[in-house]
Protein backbone atom coordinates (compact mmCIF):
# COMPACT_ATOMS: atom_id res chain seq x y z
CA UNK A 1 0.00 0.00 0.00
CA UNK A 2 3.16 2.10 0.61
CA UNK A 3 4.29 2.07 -2.63
CA UNK A 4 0.81 3.32 -3.99
CA UNK A 5 1.61 6.66 -2.77
CA UNK A 6 4.28 6.81 -4.01
CA UNK A 7 4.85 9.21 -6.62
CA UNK A 8 5.40 7.84 -10.26
CA UNK A 9 7.69 9.42 -13.26
CA UNK A 10 8.69 7.40 -15.67
CA UNK A 11 11.62 7.68 -18.46
CA UNK A 12 12.45 6.67 -22.00
CA UNK A 13 16.12 6.70 -23.16
CA UNK A 14 17.12 6.19 -27.29
CA UNK A 15 19.08 3.27 -27.04
CA UNK A 16 23.01 3.57 -26.31
CA UNK A 17 24.81 3.27 -23.36
CA UNK A 18 25.33 7.65 -23.48
CA UNK A 19 21.53 8.11 -23.91
CA UNK A 20 20.39 5.16 -21.20
CA UNK A 21 23.25 6.23 -18.83
CA UNK A 22 22.44 9.77 -17.70
CA UNK A 23 18.70 9.12 -17.74
CA UNK A 24 19.10 5.58 -15.93
CA UNK A 25 21.09 7.94 -12.93
CA UNK A 26 18.59 10.57 -12.94
CA UNK A 27 16.17 7.74 -11.92
CA UNK A 28 18.25 6.62 -9.50
CA UNK A 29 18.19 9.43 -7.87
CA UNK A 30 14.97 9.91 -7.67
CA UNK A 31 14.37 5.94 -6.48
CA UNK A 32 17.44 7.02 -3.64
CA UNK A 33 17.06 10.36 -2.62
CA UNK A 34 13.31 11.29 -3.03
CA UNK A 35 11.20 8.32 -2.97
CA UNK A 36 9.73 8.19 -6.04
CA UNK A 37 8.44 4.66 -7.89
CA UNK A 38 10.27 5.04 -11.62
CA UNK A 39 8.98 2.87 -15.06
CA UNK A 40 12.29 2.80 -17.35
CA UNK A 41 11.08 1.75 -20.53
CA UNK A 42 13.77 -0.13 -22.05
CA UNK A 43 14.06 -0.07 -25.91
CA UNK A 44 15.65 -4.10 -26.47
CA UNK A 45 18.29 -4.15 -29.16
CA UNK A 46 20.71 -6.97 -29.09
CA UNK A 47 23.02 -4.50 -29.62
CA UNK A 48 24.33 -3.71 -26.51
CA UNK A 49 26.27 -6.42 -24.33
CA UNK A 50 26.78 -3.35 -21.49
CA UNK A 51 22.70 -2.54 -21.99
CA UNK A 52 21.40 -5.72 -21.08
CA UNK A 53 23.68 -5.78 -18.27
CA UNK A 54 22.67 -2.90 -16.48
CA UNK A 55 19.26 -3.88 -16.52
CA UNK A 56 19.77 -7.30 -15.69
CA UNK A 57 21.59 -6.71 -12.27
CA UNK A 58 20.08 -7.62 -9.34
CA UNK A 59 21.32 -4.18 -7.89
CA UNK A 60 18.67 -2.60 -9.14
CA UNK A 61 17.09 -0.36 -6.30
CA UNK A 62 12.99 -0.82 -5.29
CA UNK A 63 11.01 1.32 -6.67
CA UNK A 64 12.74 0.98 -10.07
CA UNK A 65 11.01 -1.08 -12.59
CA UNK A 66 12.30 -1.81 -16.04
CA UNK A 67 9.68 -2.04 -18.84
CA UNK A 68 10.94 -3.75 -21.83
CA UNK A 69 9.65 -2.20 -25.24
CA UNK A 70 9.40 -5.32 -27.45
CA UNK A 71 11.96 -5.54 -30.01
CA UNK A 72 10.96 -3.89 -33.70
CA UNK A 73 10.45 -6.84 -35.83
CA UNK A 74 13.42 -7.21 -38.63
CA UNK A 75 14.52 -3.73 -37.77
CA UNK A 76 17.19 -4.74 -40.17
CA UNK A 77 14.76 -4.34 -42.97
CA UNK A 78 14.04 -0.51 -42.32
CA UNK A 79 17.82 0.26 -42.67
CA UNK A 80 19.76 0.75 -46.14
CA UNK A 81 23.78 0.84 -46.56
CA UNK A 82 24.15 4.14 -46.35
CA UNK A 83 22.26 5.04 -43.94
CA UNK A 84 23.76 7.00 -40.97
CA UNK A 85 23.81 6.82 -36.90
CA UNK A 86 20.77 9.23 -36.08
CA UNK A 87 19.12 8.18 -38.95
CA UNK A 88 19.25 4.58 -37.60
CA UNK A 89 18.37 5.48 -34.06
CA UNK A 90 15.66 7.88 -35.04
CA UNK A 91 13.99 4.99 -37.47
CA UNK A 92 14.47 2.53 -34.56
CA UNK A 93 13.09 4.88 -31.75
CA UNK A 94 10.01 5.82 -34.43
CA UNK A 95 9.13 2.03 -34.91
CA UNK A 96 9.62 1.32 -30.73
CA UNK A 97 7.14 4.14 -29.99
CA UNK A 98 4.42 2.92 -31.73
CA UNK A 99 4.52 0.23 -28.72
CA UNK A 100 4.56 3.27 -26.50
CA UNK A 101 0.64 4.49 -25.82
CA UNK A 102 -0.42 0.93 -25.01
CA UNK A 103 2.62 0.36 -22.51
CA UNK A 104 1.40 4.25 -20.38
CA UNK A 105 -1.93 2.98 -20.50
CA UNK A 106 -1.10 0.05 -18.79
CA UNK A 107 0.42 1.61 -15.59
CA UNK A 108 -1.47 0.76 -12.81
CA UNK A 109 -0.82 4.20 -11.18
CA UNK A 110 -0.64 7.76 -12.89
CA UNK A 111 2.45 9.20 -13.99
CA UNK A 112 3.70 12.59 -12.90
CA UNK A 113 5.85 12.86 -15.82
CA UNK A 114 8.07 11.45 -18.77
CA UNK A 115 11.20 12.26 -18.93
CA UNK A 116 12.33 11.76 -22.47
CA UNK A 117 15.57 12.21 -24.13
CA UNK A 118 16.51 13.96 -27.70
CA UNK A 119 15.27 11.26 -29.92
CA UNK A 120 11.75 10.52 -28.93
CA UNK A 121 10.48 13.19 -29.28
CA UNK A 122 7.10 11.16 -30.90
CA UNK A 123 6.06 11.06 -26.94
CA UNK A 124 4.81 14.68 -26.83
CA UNK A 125 1.94 13.94 -29.26
CA UNK A 126 1.04 10.28 -27.34
CA UNK A 127 1.70 11.58 -23.89
CA UNK A 128 -0.44 15.18 -24.98
CA UNK A 129 -3.63 12.67 -25.62
CA UNK A 130 -2.96 10.73 -21.90
CA UNK A 131 -2.60 14.00 -20.36
CA UNK A 132 0.97 13.23 -19.33
CA UNK A 133 3.48 16.44 -18.74
CA UNK A 134 6.84 15.46 -20.96
CA UNK A 135 10.06 16.89 -19.63
CA UNK A 136 13.49 16.50 -22.10
CA UNK A 137 16.51 15.03 -20.45
CA UNK A 138 19.59 16.68 -22.67
CA UNK A 139 22.22 14.16 -22.01
CA UNK A 140 25.03 16.37 -23.79
CA UNK A 141 26.99 19.00 -23.65
CA UNK A 142 24.99 22.62 -22.72
CA UNK A 143 26.79 24.67 -25.77
CA UNK A 144 25.12 21.56 -28.16
CA UNK A 145 21.59 22.13 -26.47
CA UNK A 146 21.94 25.83 -27.00
CA UNK A 147 23.35 25.21 -30.71
CA UNK A 148 19.98 22.76 -30.99
CA UNK A 149 17.79 25.20 -30.37
CA UNK A 150 19.48 28.28 -32.47
CA UNK A 151 19.12 25.48 -34.86
CA UNK A 152 15.65 25.71 -36.53
CA UNK A 153 16.85 29.59 -36.87
CA UNK A 154 19.65 29.01 -38.73
CA UNK A 155 18.30 26.78 -40.88
CA UNK A 156 15.52 29.34 -41.88
CA UNK A 157 18.58 31.95 -42.18
CA UNK A 158 21.27 30.80 -43.84
CA UNK A 159 21.26 29.13 -47.24
CA UNK A 160 23.94 26.64 -47.96
CA UNK A 161 26.08 24.19 -45.48
CA UNK A 162 26.48 26.00 -42.25
CA UNK A 163 30.08 24.14 -42.13
CA UNK A 164 31.21 26.70 -45.83
CA UNK A 165 30.22 30.12 -42.89
CA UNK A 166 33.02 32.37 -42.99
CA UNK A 167 32.68 32.91 -40.09
CA UNK A 168 31.96 31.65 -36.53
CA UNK A 169 28.94 30.78 -36.05
CA UNK A 170 27.15 32.87 -32.94
CA UNK A 171 24.57 31.08 -30.86
CA UNK A 172 22.57 33.86 -28.81
CA UNK A 173 25.01 34.51 -26.14
CA UNK A 174 27.24 31.84 -26.19
CA UNK A 175 30.80 31.48 -27.29
CA UNK A 176 30.98 31.65 -30.95
CA UNK A 177 31.43 27.89 -32.38
CA UNK A 178 33.81 27.30 -35.37
CA UNK A 179 32.20 25.82 -38.40
CA UNK A 180 34.32 23.01 -38.13
CA UNK A 181 33.46 22.25 -34.84
CA UNK A 182 29.69 21.70 -35.21
CA UNK A 183 28.04 18.11 -34.80
CA UNK A 184 28.55 16.06 -38.03
CA UNK A 185 25.11 15.99 -38.36
CA UNK A 186 24.04 19.21 -39.42
CA UNK A 187 27.60 19.33 -42.04
CA UNK A 188 25.23 17.97 -45.02
CA UNK A 189 21.87 19.33 -44.88
CA UNK A 190 21.06 17.35 -47.56
CA UNK A 191 21.14 14.13 -45.36
CA UNK A 192 18.76 12.70 -44.07
CA UNK A 193 20.35 12.48 -40.81
CA UNK A 194 20.13 16.45 -41.52
CA UNK A 195 16.04 16.53 -41.41
CA UNK A 196 15.94 14.01 -38.18
CA UNK A 197 18.23 16.18 -36.08
CA UNK A 198 16.19 19.40 -37.01
CA UNK A 199 13.02 17.69 -36.52
CA UNK A 200 13.84 16.15 -33.15
CA UNK A 201 15.46 19.41 -32.04
CA UNK A 202 12.73 21.73 -33.20
CA UNK A 203 10.22 19.90 -30.65
CA UNK A 204 12.34 20.84 -27.64
CA UNK A 205 10.20 23.94 -27.17
CA UNK A 206 7.29 21.59 -26.47
CA UNK A 207 8.79 19.88 -23.35
CA UNK A 208 7.99 21.37 -19.82
CA UNK A 209 11.50 21.70 -19.11
CA UNK A 210 14.46 20.99 -19.79
CA UNK A 211 16.91 19.03 -17.81
CA UNK A 212 21.10 19.07 -18.44
CA UNK A 213 23.73 17.10 -17.19
CA UNK A 214 25.84 20.06 -16.42
CA UNK A 215 26.71 22.36 -13.66
CA UNK A 216 27.44 26.31 -13.59
CA UNK A 217 31.46 25.83 -13.01
CA UNK A 218 31.56 23.55 -15.87
CA UNK A 219 29.60 25.80 -18.76
CA UNK A 220 28.93 28.62 -17.17
CA UNK A 221 28.47 30.52 -20.38
CA UNK A 222 25.93 28.71 -21.92
CA UNK A 223 24.25 27.82 -19.18
CA UNK A 224 23.85 31.16 -18.21
CA UNK A 225 22.10 32.04 -21.55
CA UNK A 226 19.47 29.59 -21.06
CA UNK A 227 18.50 29.88 -18.00
CA UNK A 228 18.43 33.54 -17.85
CA UNK A 229 17.47 33.33 -21.81
CA UNK A 230 19.56 36.13 -22.01
CA UNK A 231 19.90 36.59 -26.38
CA UNK A 232 16.41 33.86 -27.30
CA UNK A 233 13.77 36.87 -27.00
CA UNK A 234 11.78 34.81 -30.40
CA UNK A 235 12.72 31.18 -29.57
CA UNK A 236 10.56 29.63 -26.75
CA UNK A 237 12.67 28.42 -24.03
CA UNK A 238 11.33 26.12 -21.63
CA UNK A 239 12.95 26.74 -18.09
CA UNK A 240 16.29 24.98 -17.60
CA UNK A 241 17.25 22.78 -14.85
CA UNK A 242 21.30 22.22 -14.93
CA UNK A 243 21.33 18.75 -12.28
CA UNK A 244 24.59 17.01 -13.44
CA UNK A 245 26.90 15.90 -13.16
CA UNK A 246 25.37 12.79 -13.08
CA UNK A 247 27.65 9.59 -14.04
CA UNK A 248 26.95 6.04 -13.46
CA UNK A 249 26.95 4.77 -10.03
CA UNK A 250 27.74 1.29 -8.76
CA UNK A 251 29.32 -0.15 -12.27
CA UNK A 252 28.60 -3.83 -12.32
CA UNK A 253 32.56 -5.10 -13.03
CA UNK A 254 32.63 -8.18 -14.91
CA UNK A 255 35.41 -10.90 -14.26
CA UNK A 256 37.32 -9.33 -16.95
CA UNK A 257 36.84 -5.87 -15.91
CA UNK A 258 38.05 -6.70 -12.59
CA UNK A 259 40.91 -8.57 -13.64
CA UNK A 260 42.13 -5.05 -15.93
CA UNK A 261 41.36 -2.76 -12.07
CA UNK A 262 43.59 -5.55 -10.71
CA UNK A 263 46.36 -4.44 -13.16
CA UNK A 264 45.95 -1.15 -12.45
CA UNK A 265 46.40 -1.34 -8.72
CA UNK A 266 49.89 -2.94 -9.31
CA UNK A 267 50.63 0.58 -11.68
CA UNK A 268 52.25 3.62 -10.04
CA UNK A 269 49.76 6.40 -8.85
CA UNK A 270 48.82 8.79 -11.70
CA UNK A 271 50.87 6.78 -14.16
CA UNK A 272 48.36 5.39 -16.94
CA UNK A 273 46.91 6.66 -19.81
CA UNK A 274 43.19 4.96 -20.38
CA UNK A 275 42.31 4.85 -24.52
CA UNK A 276 38.67 4.62 -25.44
CA UNK A 277 36.45 5.97 -28.07
CA UNK A 278 33.40 5.91 -26.41
CA UNK A 279 30.63 2.74 -26.84
CA UNK A 280 30.73 3.77 -30.94
CA UNK A 281 34.00 5.02 -31.55
CA UNK A 282 36.53 3.58 -34.55
CA UNK A 283 39.25 4.51 -36.27
CA UNK A 284 40.76 3.48 -39.64
CA UNK A 285 43.10 1.29 -39.75
CA UNK A 286 45.95 3.67 -40.81
CA UNK A 287 45.08 5.63 -37.85
CA UNK A 288 45.05 2.71 -35.31
CA UNK A 289 48.63 1.92 -36.33
CA UNK A 290 49.81 5.60 -35.57
CA UNK A 291 47.85 5.31 -32.28
CA UNK A 292 49.71 1.80 -31.12
CA UNK A 293 52.91 3.13 -32.64
CA UNK A 294 52.61 6.12 -30.51
CA UNK A 295 51.56 5.23 -27.66
CA UNK A 296 54.51 2.45 -27.76
CA UNK A 297 57.46 5.52 -28.46
CA UNK A 298 55.94 7.26 -25.85
CA UNK A 299 56.68 4.73 -23.14
CA UNK A 300 53.94 5.61 -21.15
CA UNK A 301 51.61 2.87 -19.44
CA UNK A 302 48.20 2.68 -21.00
CA UNK A 303 45.22 0.59 -21.21
CA UNK A 304 43.93 0.67 -25.22
CA UNK A 305 40.22 -0.24 -25.59
CA UNK A 306 41.00 -2.19 -29.09
CA UNK A 307 38.04 -1.86 -31.77
CA UNK A 308 37.89 -3.46 -35.17
CA UNK A 309 38.80 -0.09 -37.08
CA UNK A 310 36.70 0.94 -39.94
CA UNK A 311 38.00 2.69 -42.89
CA UNK A 312 33.99 3.67 -43.42
CA UNK A 313 32.70 5.68 -40.47
CA UNK A 314 34.12 6.90 -37.23
CA UNK A 315 31.43 5.20 -35.23
CA UNK A 316 30.81 2.15 -36.71
CA UNK A 317 31.26 0.46 -33.43
CA UNK A 318 28.12 1.63 -32.43
CA UNK A 319 25.65 -0.98 -33.11
CA UNK A 320 27.94 -3.60 -32.60
CA UNK A 321 30.18 -3.31 -29.63
CA UNK A 322 29.78 -6.35 -28.03
CA UNK A 323 28.12 -8.42 -30.57
CA UNK A 324 31.14 -8.76 -32.93
CA UNK A 325 34.16 -11.18 -32.29
CA UNK A 326 36.98 -9.04 -31.28
CA UNK A 327 40.50 -10.13 -31.57
CA UNK A 328 42.64 -7.53 -30.92
CA UNK A 329 46.20 -9.19 -32.51
CA UNK A 330 43.91 -9.53 -36.48
CA UNK A 331 44.08 -5.73 -36.65
CA UNK A 332 46.99 -4.14 -33.99
CA UNK A 333 50.09 -3.95 -35.97
CA UNK A 334 52.60 -6.49 -35.78
CA UNK A 335 54.83 -7.06 -32.92
CA UNK A 336 52.71 -4.13 -31.01
CA UNK A 337 51.23 -5.94 -28.37
CA UNK A 338 54.45 -7.93 -27.66
CA UNK A 339 56.57 -4.73 -27.53
CA UNK A 340 54.41 -3.50 -24.91
CA UNK A 341 53.66 -6.04 -22.70
CA UNK A 342 53.85 -5.17 -19.35
CA UNK A 343 53.31 -1.52 -19.60
CA UNK A 344 50.60 -1.73 -22.06
CA UNK A 345 47.03 -3.78 -21.61
CA UNK A 346 45.14 -4.23 -24.70
CA UNK A 347 41.72 -5.28 -24.07
CA UNK A 348 38.88 -5.91 -26.43
CA UNK A 349 35.71 -4.06 -27.12
CA UNK A 350 34.74 -2.61 -23.63
CA UNK A 351 36.75 -1.82 -20.17
CA UNK A 352 34.76 -0.64 -17.09
CA UNK A 353 35.45 2.94 -17.75
CA UNK A 354 33.98 4.72 -14.51
CA UNK A 355 36.01 2.59 -12.28
CA UNK A 356 39.15 2.77 -14.61
CA UNK A 357 38.75 6.77 -14.03
CA UNK A 358 38.22 6.57 -10.61
CA UNK A 359 41.34 4.64 -9.92
CA UNK A 360 44.34 6.25 -8.54
CA UNK A 361 46.61 5.28 -10.95
CA UNK A 362 45.01 6.50 -13.68
CA UNK A 363 46.96 9.90 -14.82
CA UNK A 364 45.02 10.97 -18.29
CA UNK A 365 42.61 10.03 -20.19
CA UNK A 366 42.54 9.96 -24.29
CA UNK A 367 39.17 10.63 -25.43
CA UNK A 368 36.89 10.56 -28.28
CA UNK A 369 34.63 13.25 -25.88
CA UNK A 370 31.85 12.27 -25.32
CA UNK A 371 29.96 13.94 -22.55
CA UNK A 372 29.31 10.80 -20.41
CA UNK A 373 33.06 10.23 -21.06
CA UNK A 374 33.87 13.87 -20.11
CA UNK A 375 32.02 14.05 -17.09
CA UNK A 376 32.96 10.56 -15.58
CA UNK A 377 36.49 12.73 -16.31
CA UNK A 378 35.98 15.78 -14.86
CA UNK A 379 34.41 14.12 -11.65
CA UNK A 380 37.10 11.88 -10.87
CA UNK A 381 39.95 14.99 -11.85
CA UNK A 382 41.55 13.20 -15.32
CA UNK A 383 42.89 15.45 -17.61
CA UNK A 384 41.83 14.42 -21.40
CA UNK A 385 43.97 14.26 -24.85
CA UNK A 386 40.61 15.18 -26.85
CA UNK A 387 40.63 12.92 -29.67
CA UNK A 388 36.91 13.79 -30.92
CA UNK A 389 35.63 11.35 -33.66
CA UNK A 390 31.59 11.54 -34.18
CA UNK A 391 28.64 14.08 -33.52
CA UNK A 392 29.33 16.88 -31.29
CA UNK A 393 32.29 16.21 -29.53
CA UNK A 394 34.98 18.87 -31.26
CA UNK A 395 32.62 21.26 -29.73
CA UNK A 396 33.12 19.35 -26.61
CA UNK A 397 36.55 18.93 -27.15
CA UNK A 398 36.79 22.77 -27.61
CA UNK A 399 35.08 23.91 -24.58
CA UNK A 400 37.07 21.47 -22.53
CA UNK A 401 40.64 22.97 -23.53
CA UNK A 402 40.01 26.83 -24.00
CA UNK A 403 37.10 27.41 -21.68
CA UNK A 404 37.41 24.74 -18.88
CA UNK A 405 41.29 23.87 -19.47
CA UNK A 406 40.92 20.19 -18.41
CA UNK A 407 42.03 18.97 -22.24
CA UNK A 408 44.24 19.30 -24.99
CA UNK A 409 43.71 18.89 -28.30
CA UNK A 410 45.87 17.96 -31.51
CA UNK A 411 46.43 20.70 -33.83
CA UNK A 412 44.26 20.61 -36.97
CA UNK A 413 46.46 20.28 -39.90
CA UNK A 414 44.24 21.25 -42.88
CA UNK A 415 43.60 18.17 -45.55
CA UNK A 416 45.65 15.84 -42.96
CA UNK A 417 43.10 13.89 -41.29
CA UNK A 418 45.47 11.50 -40.07
CA UNK A 419 47.30 12.25 -36.79
CA UNK A 420 50.55 10.91 -36.81
CA UNK A 421 52.93 8.41 -34.25
CA UNK A 422 55.22 11.43 -33.65
CA UNK A 423 52.39 13.69 -32.53
CA UNK A 424 50.84 11.24 -30.63
CA UNK A 425 54.21 10.55 -28.74
CA UNK A 426 54.61 14.30 -28.06
CA UNK A 427 51.39 14.98 -26.89
CA UNK A 428 51.00 12.01 -24.41
CA UNK A 429 54.49 12.36 -22.63
CA UNK A 430 53.57 16.43 -22.38
CA UNK A 431 50.30 15.39 -20.73
CA UNK A 432 51.83 12.27 -18.58
CA UNK A 433 54.96 13.90 -17.66
CA UNK A 434 54.64 17.64 -18.55
CA UNK A 435 53.98 21.32 -17.38
CA UNK A 436 50.72 20.94 -19.42
CA UNK A 437 49.63 17.79 -17.69
CA UNK A 438 50.47 18.96 -14.23
CA UNK A 439 48.10 22.79 -15.14
CA UNK A 440 45.52 20.06 -16.13
CA UNK A 441 45.65 18.00 -13.50
CA UNK A 442 45.70 20.89 -10.80
CA UNK A 443 42.73 22.30 -13.02
CA UNK A 444 40.84 18.90 -13.03
CA UNK A 445 40.82 19.17 -9.28
CA UNK A 446 39.43 22.35 -8.85
CA UNK A 447 36.56 20.91 -10.63
CA UNK A 448 36.40 17.35 -9.15
CA UNK A 449 35.61 19.80 -5.87
CA UNK A 450 32.99 22.17 -7.58
CA UNK A 451 30.96 19.04 -8.81
CA UNK A 452 30.86 17.30 -5.61
CA UNK A 453 29.58 20.39 -4.21
CA UNK A 454 26.98 21.29 -6.53
CA UNK A 455 25.08 17.29 -5.88
CA UNK A 456 25.74 17.43 -2.51
CA UNK A 457 22.22 18.66 -0.47
CA UNK A 458 22.77 22.97 -0.82
CA UNK A 459 24.63 22.46 -4.17
CA UNK A 460 22.95 24.20 -7.39
CA UNK A 461 22.51 20.76 -9.03
CA UNK A 462 20.81 19.10 -6.24
CA UNK A 463 18.79 22.24 -5.50
CA UNK A 464 18.02 22.46 -9.01
CA UNK A 465 16.49 19.01 -9.03
CA UNK A 466 14.94 19.48 -5.51
CA UNK A 467 12.67 22.31 -6.68
CA UNK A 468 11.42 19.93 -9.59
CA UNK A 469 11.02 17.27 -7.32
CA UNK A 470 8.62 19.22 -4.64
CA UNK A 471 6.74 20.34 -7.88
CA UNK A 472 6.08 16.68 -8.63
CA UNK A 473 5.10 15.62 -5.56
CA UNK A 474 2.56 18.90 -4.83
CA UNK A 475 0.22 17.81 -7.96
N1 LIG B 1 31.99 3.10 -21.77
C1 LIG B 1 32.48 2.11 -20.95
N2 LIG B 1 33.45 1.30 -21.44
C2 LIG B 1 33.95 1.41 -22.69
C3 LIG B 1 33.45 2.44 -23.52
C4 LIG B 1 32.48 3.27 -23.03
O1 LIG B 1 32.06 1.96 -19.80
O2 LIG B 1 34.83 0.63 -23.04
C5 LIG B 1 30.92 3.96 -21.25
C6 LIG B 1 31.46 5.26 -20.72
O3 LIG B 1 31.83 5.11 -19.38
C7 LIG B 1 30.31 6.22 -20.95
C8 LIG B 1 29.61 5.67 -22.18
O4 LIG B 1 30.05 4.33 -22.31
O5 LIG B 1 29.44 6.20 -19.84
C9 LIG B 1 29.96 6.45 -23.44
O6 LIG B 1 29.21 7.60 -23.48
P1 LIG B 1 29.72 8.92 -24.19
O7 LIG B 1 28.63 9.92 -24.05
O8 LIG B 1 31.04 9.30 -23.67
O9 LIG B 1 29.95 8.53 -25.70
P2 LIG B 1 29.07 7.81 -26.81
O10 LIG B 1 29.29 6.38 -26.63
O11 LIG B 1 27.64 8.23 -26.62
O12 LIG B 1 29.68 8.33 -28.06
Known amino acids: AEEIEKPHVAFLPSPGMGHITPLFEFARRLVIHHDFHV ?19 ENLPSGFHAVEIPPVENISSFFTEDMRVVTRLAIMVRESLKHLPSLL ?6 IEALIIDLFCTDAYEICQKLSIPVYSFFTASTILMAFSLYLPTLDREVDGEFVDLPEPIQTPGCNPICPHDILDQVKDRKNDEYKWYLLHVSRLPLAAGIFVNSWDDLEPVSLKALKENLFFQNIPIPPVHAIGPLIKQDEVVTEKGAEILAWLDDQPPESVLFVVFGSGGTLTSEQLTELAWGLEMSQQRFILVARKPSDASASAAFFNVGSDENNPLIYLPEGFVKKTEGRGLVVPSWAPQAAILNHPSTGAFLSHCGWNSTLESVIHGVPMIAWPLYAEQRMNATVLAEEVGVAVKFPVVPGEPLICRKEIEKMVRNVMEGEKGKAMRRRGKELKESAKIALNSGGSSYESLCSVVQFWKSK
Do not use: C, G, H, Y
Open 39 to 57: SFFVITTDASAAQNELFRS
Open 105 to 110: MKQQRP
